[in-house]
């Protein structure tokens, strides 16, 4: 009977195996459901603020893994994580921090670059920062943080302000924005943009996008407005 239930659980790793690898050949999102790592992201934000402001989530940033082991060993103290609302935006090439955030971690540019936006050409400081979502699964009260170190981060200026002076949440509570998710993220999402409920959906490709393990959501503070 054992040698059975053996053959048995190796012939159940074998298909799900297939069924894994006809998934990726197809471009579908393998399904995690049986592990409890939750991969679906729904976020609420309202029909007006949908259309007047654009898909928002909370995220946070933080100075990368390099930058923090090196400000310990230097007997400096490692800035707080800073959190707040990041745009998701299908139009912007890469992932973007502001600037006000990028100077409440104590970040220096690496560079500058050269980008091409709705008023044409514009001079952006490039910044190493590390990029934080929490994910929480309804049933299981799993949390996953995706942490990515980032090496290129397009800084943008007055981008707080300019969201400022367009509208609040859909509490009426103003809007800390410190970034825009760009598609170098979305390349591992699987996205739906319900325009008439006011919802965002996101499924996650966690192999390609390499996420971490079940993790606790790390301590976050609000940016505060600048």
């Known amino acids: 009977r054992k040698s059975r239930n053996r053959e048995a659980q190796k012939t159940?790793?074998?298909i799900r195996r297939f069924q894994a690898v006809k998934s990726a050949q197809s471009g579908q999102i393998p399904s995690r459901s049986d592990s409890g790592v939750p991969k679906h992201f729904r976020v609420p934000c309202g029909r007006d603020v949908l259309q007047v402001l654009g898909p928002l989530v909370d995220a946070s940033w933080s100075v990368t893994k390099n930058l923090e082991g090196r400000l310990i060993a230097e007997g400096k103290p490692v800035p707080p994580l800073v959190h707040g609302k990041m745009l998701v935006d299908t139009g912007a090439r890469s992932m973007c921090i502001?600037?006000?955030?990028?100077?409440?971690?104590g970040l220096k540019p690496i560079s500058t670059t050269t980008n091409f936006g709705a008023h044409g050409?514009?001079?952006s400081p490039?910044?190493?920062a590390a990029f934080h979502l929490g994910i929480s699964a309804p049933k299981s009260g799993a949390n996953l943080v995706i942490s990515k170190d980032l090496d290129f981060?397009?800084?943008v200026p007055q981008l707080q302000e300019t969201f400022a002076?367009?509208?609040?949440?859909e509490h009426g509570q103003p809007i800390h924005v410190i970034g825009i998710i760009g598609r170098d993220f979305l390349r591992h999402v699987v996205m739906r943009y319900d325009g008439p409920t006011g919802v965002l959906e996101m499924d996650f490709d966690l192999n390609s996008m390499g996420a971490l393990p079940p993790v606790s959501v790390p301590p976050t503070v609000t940016a505060p407005a600048p």
Do not use: C, F, I, W
């Open 12 to 14: 159940a790793k074998r």
């Open 98 to 105: 502001s600037v006000h955030a990028a100077e409440l971690l």
């Open 121 to 123: 050409p514009q001079t």
């Open 126 to 128: 490039v910044y190493r």
């Open 153 to 155: 981060v397009l800084g």
């Open 165 to 169: 002076a367009l509208g609040r949440d």
